[in-house]
């Protein structure tokens, strides 16, 4: 569906040159968004780097550990008696988020299949998605990020003068993202049963 969005976007801007007969404005705009584009691609191939390694050293320092630890108190409120029930489904929460958290995403991902996976085997009705799936796909929605280094990365290539003002916006709105998640699922839940 995306893929057509774009498609879409891409040919009403053609066609509105068009119709405006600036074929030169057609072609200099799009040899500037692609000279760009690659400009943005390798200043941000490098601060990504920098910022993965980073956050590997936090892993391996074991922040991300500690970061799961605070998060096991959390986690009895999100998904009461989860560990009881399936205490892989659990870890693998806990360390979806905790990576999310400290902008591992590429590691998180496969935590996150795990939990579902982990979450689908306790699921009494296979066809439905249940109570602990919808929160966790509502917590990993929200995405609370301590550290955003995407975006981070993003503005140090843009050459922003402070990229780390977005942090405490940042954590705030997915806060508030993630309070409001787990609000409507509560009243949704009583209509959906």
Do not use: H
């Amino acid at each position: 569906m995306i893929n057509w969005i774009w498609f879409l976007m891409i040919i009403a801007g053609i066609i509105s040159f068009l119709l405006k007969g600036d074929g030169k404005g057609l072609m200099e705009t799009m040899t500037e968004s692609a000279q760009k584009s690659i400009e943005l691609l390798i200043g941000l191939g490098g601060i990504m780097a920098v910022w993965s390694g980073i956050m590997k050293l936090c892993e391996g320092a074991g922040i991300v550990d500690f970061i799961a630890k605070v998060l096991s108190f959390p986690m009895k409120l999100l998904f009461p008696g989860l560990e009881r029930k399936n205490k892989k489904a659990s870890g693998a929460i806990i360390m979806n988020i905790a990576s999310n958290m400290m902008g591992l995403s590429n590691a998180a991902t496969p935590f996150g299949i795990k939990a579902m996976e982990e979450l689908q085997r306790i699921n009494p009705d296979r066809e439905r998605a249940s109570d602990y799936m919808v929160t966790f796909l509502i917590v990993n929605a929200a995405c609370i990020q301590l550290l955003p280094t995407t975006v981070l990365s993003i503005m140090s290539g843009l050459k922003s003068s402070n990229p780390t003002e977005i942090i405490l916006p940042g954590v705030i709105t997915t806060i508030i993202a993630l309070v409001s998640g787990i609000i409507s699922s509560i009243f949704l839940k009583r209509f959906y049963r």
